[in-house]
């Protein structure tokens, strides 16, 4: 079993920054990648960022290329999703997931979520 906790939603005006934390416990985590997802109201969760533990490469989507970076502590067994430039449309729950070995961005394939963190970003 792996346990994922976010933290570090909340509202922000258009323009600013805010970050997402995901702590893991549990199995052994180096060998997991991690993925963020998010939802907005009426629509469905699609995939964000992907970072992997044991090399800390990541993967972004078109649409938060360049505005949002994921990073890891190891030593924290702790990722976490900085997103500057926010824009109205990034509102929606956002989750961190994790998988064993490799990240995709099909959430389907992840095992394991955390319990979400609203980001409302006002205009």
């Known amino acids: 079993q792996v346990q994922l906790v976010e933290s570090g939603g909340g509202l922000v005006q258009a323009g600013g920054s805010l970050r997402l934390s995901c702590a893991a416990s549990g199995r052994t985590i180096s060998n997991y990648a991690m993925g963020w997802f998010r939802q907005a109201p009426g629509k469905e969760r699609e995939f964000v960022a992907s970072i992997t533990w044991s090399r800390g490469t990541t993967y972004y989507a078109d649409s938060v290329k360049g505005r949002f970076t994921a990073s890891r502590d190891n030593a924290k067994n702790t990722v976490y999703l900085q997103m500057n430039s926010l824009k109205p449309e990034d509102t929606a729950v956002y989750y961190c997931?994790?998988?064993?070995?490799?990240?995709?961005?099909?959430?389907?394939?992840?095992?394991?979520w955390g319990q979400g963190a609203q980001v409302t970003v006002s205009s």
């Open positions: 997931a994790a998988r064993p070995f490799s990240a995709t961005t099909n959430r389907g394939d992840y095992n394991y």
